[in-house]
């Protein structure tokens, strides 16, 4: 049975949270489970561990970059997702990645089934749980040596695609004698606060959105555990997370290089990554990447 240590509800620049991946990573190492779940302060683009930057489309105040210890693409966060992130000693809890993944993808979609959303389904193939064929959750996972994590988005409002397709690379397939585009497919993307519209319907926009992250949150740790020790996030949390990567998340070196990469004394793998490989260019966005192009076409057909 794992010894869940619960880090809490918080809102952190991007910078922090990923730095916050790696303390809870190294952390498990020692034998406890921390879990948490986290929103981004400001609006940010979260590049995967080997992706090149040739996504990002335009810089500017209105949003940060970063990159993530997990592979894929890229995405976009900020105010509108809910995240979580599950850590884990590798002490035979888990046999395998995929198991790792398959186990918190349950006790995810659970949670959002509790709370009435109807017609969920994981797909453990493409890292996604869907509502009605269309994704409402995405996760990723890093597979190290003595401890593992799995992190992922819920997407709680909608996106402002217009502006996420100014700043990020939006791709588009053509299937058959069709192009169907990312832009379309994150348009249908179904936000958790449309599911349950009749939750808090009085609230202010910003009150309601954070309402529901609380309400998701509290309804997976119900199905995740009832035991657990409580842990706060400090400055001095925050402190110890960037010492011990040497403030990696901060420099240009590792957002715009991946410098330095892992080792394999450190991490087993990164699934679809080589540790040490030449960064990936001309990447659509990573909700879709492992989406077969006969769920693809469902996802992005206009309803207009």
Same mark, same amino acid.
């Given at each position: 049975? *794992?010894?869940?240590?619960?880090?809490?509800?918080?809102?952190?620049?991007?910078?922090?949270?990923?730095?916050?991946? $790696?303390?809870?990573?190294?952390?498990?190492?020692? =034998?406890?489970?921390?879990?948490?779940?986290?929103?981004?302060?400001?609006?940010?683009?979260?590049?995967?561990?080997?992706?090149?930057?040739?996504?990002?489309?335009?810089?500017?105040?209105?949003?940060?970059?970063?990159?993530?210890?997990?592979?894929?693409?890229?995405?976009?966060?900020?105010?509108?997702?809910?995240?979580?992130?599950?850590?884990?000693?590798?002490?035979?809890?888990? =046999?395998?990645? $995929?198991?790792?993944?398959?186990?918190?993808?349950?006790?995810?979609?659970?949670?959002?089934?509790?709370?009435?959303?109807?017609?969920?389904?994981?797909?453990?193939?493409?890292?996604?749980?869907?509502?009605?064929?269309?994704?409402?959750?995405?996760?990723?996972?890093?597979?190290?040596? $003595?401890?593992?994590?799995?992190? =992922?988005?819920?997407?709680?409002?909608?996106?402002?695609?217009?502006?996420?397709?100014?700043?990020?690379?939006?791709?588009?397939?053509?299937?058959?004698?069709?192009?169907?585009?990312?832009?379309?497919?994150?348009?249908? *993307?179904?936000?958790?606060?449309? *599911?349950?519209?009749?939750?808090?319907?009085?609230?202010?926009?910003?009150?309601?959105?954070?309402?529901?992250?609380?309400?998701?949150?509290?309804?997976?740790?119900?199905?995740?555990?009832?035991?657990?020790?409580?842990?706060?996030?400090?400055?001095?949390?925050?402190?110890?997370?960037?010492?011990?990567?040497?403030?990696?998340? @901060?420099?240009?070196?590792?957002?715009?290089?991946?410098?330095?990469?892992?080792?394999?004394?450190?991490?087993?793998?990164?699934?679809? $990554?080589?540790?040490? =490989?030449?960064?990936?260019?001309?990447?659509?966005?990573? *909700?879709?990447?492992?989406? @077969?192009?006969?769920?693809?076409?469902?996802?992005?057909?206009?309803?207009?």
């Amino acid at each position: 049975m *794992l010894d869940y240590e619960y880090w809490g509800l918080g809102s952190f620049s991007a910078k922090t949270n990923m730095a916050l991946e $790696e303390l809870m990573l190294k952390k498990a190492i020692k =034998g406890v489970a921390p879990f948490r779940f986290w929103d981004f302060s400001k609006d940010s683009v979260v590049l995967g561990y080997a992706q090149a930057t040739d996504a990002v489309k335009k810089t500017d105040n209105s949003f940060d970059v970063v990159r993530r210890i997990t592979g894929g693409s890229h995405v976009q966060t900020g105010k509108n997702i809910l995240a979580y992130t599950f850590a884990v000693p590798r002490d035979g809890s888990f =046999g395998s990645f $995929e198991d790792l993944r398959a186990y918190f993808a349950d006790i995810v979609a659970k949670g959002l089934v509790g709370l009435g959303i109807e017609n969920i389904v994981v797909d453990n193939k493409a890292s996604t749980i869907m509502v009605d064929n269309k994704i409402v959750a995405s996760h990723a996972i890093i597979w190290g040596i $003595e401890s593992a994590l799995l992190h =992922g988005l819920i997407l709680i409002d909608p996106y402002d695609v217009d502006k996420v397709s100014e700043r990020v690379n939006l791709a588009q397939r053509k299937i058959g004698s069709s192009v169907y585009k990312e832009y379309t497919a994150l348009k249908n *993307l179904p936000a958790v606060s449309r *599911l349950l519209s009749s939750v808090a319907p009085n609230l202010d926009d910003q009150s309601r959105s954070d309402f529901l992250k609380g309400t998701v949150a509290n309804s997976i740790m119900k199905n995740l555990t009832n035991k657990f020790e409580k842990k706060q996030i400090t400055d001095s949390t925050i402190s110890e997370a960037f010492d011990i990567v040497n403030n990696k998340h @901060k420099k240009s070196s590792w957002i715009e290089n991946r410098k330095p990469p892992f080792t394999e004394d450190e991490i087993e793998k990164i699934p679809g $990554e080589e540790l040490n =490989g030449n960064l990936k260019k001309n990447l659509g966005y990573c *909700l879709f990447m492992q989406v @077969k192009n006969k769920d693809f076409k469902k996802m992005a057909q206009s309803t207009e």
